[in-house]
C-alpha cells in the first residue's frame, strides 16, 4: 500500500475533529488516519481500535476516493441504500403531538404514555403495526427521555387508629409495648 500522508490542513482539521466529534465511526477513523500518517503499521491501528485490516484498507480508499467532497463528509459512512424507513417516519411526525395530550383523550384509562400505548394508537389511526422497539429508538432520537413510574410505600400516618375508628389511648398503649 502506498504510504498514507496527510496535508498539514488536514492533519489539524484531523485532530479538531477527534477533540469534537460524538460519533464513534468518525472518531476512529480519524484516530486511523492520523495514526496512519504517523507510520504505525496497519496491524498496530487494527488491533488498537478492534476492527479488521480490511476495514482500515476500506476506509483509506473511500478518504482518497471521495476527495472532491467536503472534508467532513469523507470520514462520514456513506448513505445506505434502500427504501427509508417508513415506520420511524410515522412515529416521528406523530410523536409531538401524541405527548403533548393524555392518553385518556384517546380513550385509555392510563395517565402517562408508554411505548405500547404509543403503538396501539398509532395502529389504530394508520393502521401499521410499530413495535415498542421502533418506538423507543424514535424516542431516544427525538430527545425524550422518560421513566417508569415509581411506587411509594403507604406510610403509617400518626393518627391511623382514629381514622380506623379507634381510640387514641389504645394507639398509645400499642407503642408503649
Not at 496535508?7 to 465511526?25: F, G, M, N, P, Y
Not at 467532513?72 to 417516519?89: N, V, Y
Not at 423507543?136 to 411509594?152: E, F, I
Not at 381510640?167 to 400499642?174: I, L
Request: with cysteine.
Amino acid at each position: 500500500m502506498n504510504p498514507f500522508t496527510l496535508s498539514l490542513s488536514e492533519h489539524r482539521a484531523l485532530k479538531k475533529q477527534i477533540r469534537e466529534t460524538k460519533d464513534v465511526k468518525v472518531l476512529k477513523r480519524a484516530q486511523a488516519f492520523l495514526w496512519l500518517s504517523g507510520g504505525v503499521s496497519i496491524h498496530e491501528i487494527s488491533q488498537r481500535l478492534a476492527v479488521s485490516r480490511q476495514t482500515i484498507y476500506d476506509w483509506v480508499s473511500s478518504y482518497q476516493n471521495r476527495c472532491n467532497e467536503s472534508f467532513g463528509s469523507r470520514l462520514q459512512d456513506r448513505p445506505k441504500p434502500g427504501c427509508p424507513p417508513s415506520k420511524s417516519t410515522i412515529v416521528f411526525r406523530e410523536l409531538a403531538t401524541l405527548l403533548s395530550e393524555s392518553p385518556r383523550q384517546h380513550g385509555y384509562h392510563h395517565a402517562e404514555w408508554t411505548a405500547s400505548l404509543l403503538g396501539n394508537v398509532l395502529k389504530h389511526e394508520y393502521d401499521v403495526d410499530i413495535s415498542t422497539k421502533t418506538i423507543r429508538r424514535c424516542l431516544k432520537q427525538a430527545h425524550y427521555v422518560w421513566k417508569r413510574p415509581g411506587y411509594a410505600l403507604a406510610r403509617q400516618s400518626p393518627t391511623w387508629a382514629q381514622e380506623k375508628g379507634g381510640s387514641r389511648e389504645v394507639f398509645t398503649c400499642m407503642k408503649e409495648v
